[in-house]
């Protein structure tokens, strides 16, 4: 049954950014190709929020800033193990700056993670620590929102956290398979999808939704 969004709807994109495009320093595989989709629902939810990966430069999240290990290695940090990643979407760069085709001029919030400089931030609602809230919660409670349409890179780290967390706040979630794509490290993408099945998320496309209002 085609879906239409309703005023209680919120959009949210998940890091649309040059270095998860192709060309970037943390590519992920065909991620530009979430944006004409992208584009095209936005024109039918009410309300959008984009968040932004925007680290610091030597993030703790960064193989840079550990001496001796490579991208995409394991280490640990205070608040358990960290996968280290290349330098990107470091704060004031291009390759931070969303994608240059994205097309969201009636977003009301860009909600930007991972700004402290020892903790990094996969999802939207929680830093990787568990503790440090990113504050879009409360901003959802207060917007009256209660369901979320969740979209954007990567699958299988940034939507799987953001949507984990969605759902033990207690908001009823969606997230719309062809305006997702993952990095896939040893089938990750496969597992993001059945974790977040059974975290009680609903899987949808794009054709699944009407025109809102």
């Avoid at 530009?32 to 024109?43: D, S």
């Avoid at 929020?49 to 991208?71: E, L, Y």
């Amino acid at each position: 049954m085609l879906m239409t969004p309703v005023k209680s709807d919120v959009f949210v994109i998940v890091d649309v950014q040059n270095d998860f495009c192709p060309g970037g320093a943390l590519a992920v595989p065909d991620g530009a190709t979430v944006i004409p989709v992208i584009n095209r629902l936005a024109g039918s939810f009410p309300h959008i929020i984009a968040t932004q990966d925007w680290h610091p430069a030597g993030h703790r999240s960064f193989a840079s800033a550990h001496p001796g290990k490579k991208p995409f290695e394991t280490t640990e940090l205070t608040y358990g193990p960290q996968i280290l990643w290349p330098d990107h979407c470091i704060q004031g760069t291009p390759g931070a700056e969303f994608h240059p085709a994205l097309s969201i001029p009636r977003c009301e919030l860009v909600l930007r993670k991972g700004f402290h400089e020892q903790i990094d931030s996969y999802s939207a609602f929680f830093e990787n620590d568990r503790r440090t809230q990113t504050g879009l919660e409360g901003y959802l409670r207060e917007r009256g929102f209660t369901r979320i349409f969740l979209a954007g890179l990567a699958t299988d780290f940034c939507v799987l956290y953001s949507a984990l967390d969605a759902r033990r706040a207690g908001f009823e979630l969606f997230i719309i398979e062809d305006a997702c794509r993952g990095i896939d490290l040893n089938d990750s993408v496969a597992a993001a999808w059945d974790t977040m099945a059974r975290a009680g998320a609903n899987r949808i496309v794009s054709n699944d939704l009407g025109t809102g209002g």
